[in-house]
């Protein structure tokens, strides 16, 4: 069986050709072209505006803004250009950069930065935080640091369910007080959970969990029973990788938006096809 493939570029154009294209998508997406009008509460068709942003119902004028409460609320920016930054990170697999937006698109640094800004905190409230593990699953745990030297670095704490989803959270310590609550809330207990041998994960026997753990110091990749958190430092390689190569630099103050932008595709990773669908139609009405 031959596996789906995310959409080229060429597709992208021919599916969102021009700014009234994404506009009605967006207008069919969240409301649908006829609907039951809010103001005169009569099943309505609703026609585009000329030179707004907006829908009008036939019977009464009542008009409806299809951006509104999107990450393209209150925007000049073109749709178009919009859609097609949700393009790049869906299609990247190392992120995408706000100059790199800058130099594709043709707008100011300042634009293309909120931009990515904007989608990151949009694909981090689509993905969500669903939790992993429960009984016969197997979840791996393990913590990793990002920027700054030494006390100016940033703790993240991340969870990989083997074969299913990641989830992270940034901790401002690796003591039991941080990081045991992320694990009672996001983890089911039943299943087994995969560690190293930090002290804080003790105890995780008494919270209904199957703990097993690896001997990294002793040079111990697989432990007893399969004991490992391979999974989990393949993401935290992914995410270092990209960071260094595209952005240089992430900011503490705003790494959880790029952390939500890599378990978003990492989640999506077995179904690439959907990944761009998937923003593009989750938007709230």
């Known amino acids: 069986m031959t596996k789906p493939k995310a959409p080229t570029l060429r597709q992208f154009q021919d599916r969102f050709p021009t700014e009234e294209a994404c506009l009605e998508h967006l207008m069919e997406t969240r409301y649908g072209l006829t609907h039951e009008c809010e103001k005169c509460g009569r099943e309505a068709q609703f026609h585009a505006?000329?030179?707004r942003r907006s829908y009008a119902c036939h019977w009464c004028g009542h008009q409806v803004f299809p951006t509104a409460d999107?990450?393209?609320h209150r925007t000049r920016t073109s749709l178009r250009d919009w859609f097609y930054v949700m393009f790049l990170f869906c299609a990247s697999r190392n992120g995408v950069s706000a100059k790199e937006v800058e130099r594709q698109i043709g707008v100011t640094y300042k634009t293309a930065w909120?931009?990515?800004?904007?989608?990151?905190k949009?694909?981090?409230?689509v993905d969500g935080?669903?939790?992993i593990g429960g009984p016969g699953k197997h979840v791996e745990i393990d913590e990793a640091q990002f920027g700054g030297v030494n006390k100016a670095k940033t703790i993240v704490m991340g969870m990989a369910e083997r074969g299913g989803d990641v989830l992270t959270k940034i901790v401002p310590?690796?003591?039991r007080a941080s990081l045991?609550?992320?694990?009672?809330?996001n983890v089911i207990p039943g299943g087994a959970v995969h560690t190293d041998e930090l002290r804080s994960y003790g105890g995780l026997h008494k919270r209904g969990h199957r703990h097993m753990t690896v001997n990294h110091s002793a040079g111990e990749y697989v432990g007893f029973q399969g004991a490992s958190v391979n999974a989990m430092e393949?993401?935290?390689?992914?995410?270092k990788r990209s960071i260094n190569g595209t952005h240089i630099h992430v900011s503490g103050r705003h790494l959880w938006k790029y952390l939500a932008e890599f378990e978003y595709r990492w989640n999506m990773r077995r179904c690439p096809h959907l990944m761009l669908d998937r923003l593009l139609t989750a938007f709230p009405r």
């Open 234 to 239: 393949g993401f935290w390689a992914q995410v």
């Open 129 to 131: 935080d669903t939790p």
């Open 49 to 51: 505006v000329t030179k």
């Open 180 to 185: 045991l609550p992320h694990i009672d809330t």
């Open 122 to 125: 949009y694909m981090s409230e």
């Open 114 to 120: 909120r931009m990515c800004h904007e989608i990151r």
């Open 173 to 175: 310590n690796v003591r």
């Open 70 to 72: 999107t990450p393209m």
